[in-house]
């Protein structure tokens, strides 16, 4: 492997293991064995399902074979039905909310009245397609799929419904998207990933916007997944824009070049972010990321953070871009009991903030002053969510400087956010999905409504003891070497009681490479200064890090080294569960 710099790679890719990717309908429909067969054609609710069906109708058709479609949304439970079904119970904090709810624990059978009997085939191809076909009985199984960012972005423009909503009920809302339709969904889809036959890619083309089809077996899906998880490998970033986003990741990333602006990178979210597989120039296909821990967590996680978190993904990388930006809404995350008893998550989100680039005069905002008035806070707080009265949000949170490569503790119930002028890598737990907002600069969103803040949910999760000099003491923390030889050092940047996982740093200053070992535990890596590192396994592996690029060592993984590439230092930032 060359060790010279290169760019930040946007869609790093893998071979897989067996099959290659193939584009088209014709080329999958060739796959099907002999009729006749009943094929059932799973997904996700956003979806183009006719536009699919016919696709694939038209290249049967082309080969002689009959089709007969059965579509699975006539056979979705009454809409007021599944509202019922699925609106949280006792919780008299969520009742009218607009922006939250509790996770829903329904499955995706509650939603359905199944065929019965189950469609048979007698000649041809029997499609039955649509969420939850896998549930019917079946010869063969595929699942169509797109990543979730395109079923969020249709949510904020009203062009789409939620799972099982009928076009006459309106638009979605992502408030069920994230909180019933997500999980709902990802558990079914998680529940069927060891039978299903082939996997299908509908994503757009980014050029043309027509379906760019591709697809791979599924005996070959589990067999790079089983190869991706005994070596290093990246997931697929992508930037949302929201009305606080920078444009450093434009400028220097490449990403998002016609958006407004880039906010919000997902390095590695695991219910969000896929992995590609492909070879290289050829058709490549995406899999939830999610979904390969759920098949081999043991290898993934390491039995102990299995036996913790099941099979979720507990750490989560992400970019916070606010330079040329503007100020984050200032939060909390919900503390423990809050966040199980209301919201229905079994652990919360702690998180960290690390400064990658802080400009001249820019803050981080964290922990409340020492002398602060809470009822005071609270009435601001209130008037300005109510009146659009606006405050100085450091009469009650303090304002720290956001130098460069310091690191920000920031436990659940800590009121926070990242000032203007900020590249911050957030390293926190998975549980992304609850921001309760105190204050949000009483900005405006792209329709030109006011953006929700969530004033009871905020005070309610309020951390009163995270104040004064206690701030700067124990979440403003210095590094301390945990370990070091020849030209490197690791670093421990950040550990409290409360939070599961550790943050730590390699500085490479030499030609020795550091080593390290997963003992059983995923490493997460992220490249904050310098060129970047070559990463080698004890079994043969290597992969290239360049700079602001993120990498999962799963579990299964066990030593390996971190060699610079250039002359100049490289820090490497590293998360851990303890």
Known sequence: MATTPRAYDRNPSYPPTGNRVRPGWDEAAATLPATPTVLALDGPAFLDWDGAVAGLAKALAERGVAVHQVDLSAFFRPWDEILRLTEPAGTAELVDDPDFTSVTRCALPDFLRLPDPSPTADEGVTIVYGPGAGLVSHDVLWYA????????????????????????????????????????????RDGIAGQIDRWIDLQPDPVTGSTNLASLDGTTVRATIATLAGRPFRVRPFFNSTPWGGHWAQRELGFNPEAP??????????????????????PRIEVPFQMMVSLLPDRFLGPPVQAEFGTSFPIRFDYLDTVDGGHLSVHCHPRLNYMRQIFGWDYTQHETYYVMIGSPGSQVFLGLRDDVDLDQFHGQALAAYCDGAPFEVTDHVQAHPADPHQLFLIPAGTPHASGVGNLVLEISATPYLYSLRFYDWLRQDAAGRR???????????????????????????????????????????????????????????????????????????????????????????????????????????????????????????????R
Request: aromatic share 6%.
């Open 145 to 188: 799929d797109l990543p979730k960012r395109y079923a969020e972005a249709a949510m904020h423009s009203d062009r789409a419904q939620n799972l099982g909503q009928p076009v006459a009920a309106g638009p979605g809302t992502t408030r069920r998207l994230f909180y019933v339709d997500w999980p709902v969904l990802d558990r079914h």
């Open 261 to 282: 602006n880039t906010a919000l990178g997902y390095e590695l979210i695991a219910p969000e972010n896929g992995v590609l597989i492909g070879e290289p120039g050829g």
């Open 451 to 577: 953006r929700p803040v969530h004033i009871e949910h905020a005070f309610a999760n309020l951390d009163t003891t995270r104040r004064g000099q206690s701030v700067r003491d124990d979440l403003v923390p210095a590094p301390r070497i945990l370990r070091s030889g020849v030209g490197w050092r690791e670093e421990l940047l950040g550990d409290l009681p409360d939070v599961f996982y550790q943050v730590r740093r390699f500085v490479l200053d030499g030609d020795q490479p550091a080593s390290d070992d997963t003992v059983d535990r995923f490493h997460m890596l992220n490249v904050v200064d310098g060129a970047g590192v070559v990463v080698r396994t004890a079994a043969g592996d290597e992969h290239l890090l360049a700079y602001a690029e993120t990498l999962v060592i799963p579990a299964a993984v066990g030593q390996y080294t971190l060699a610079r590439i250039g002359e100049e230092r490289v820090q490497v930032v590293k998360s851990l569960v």
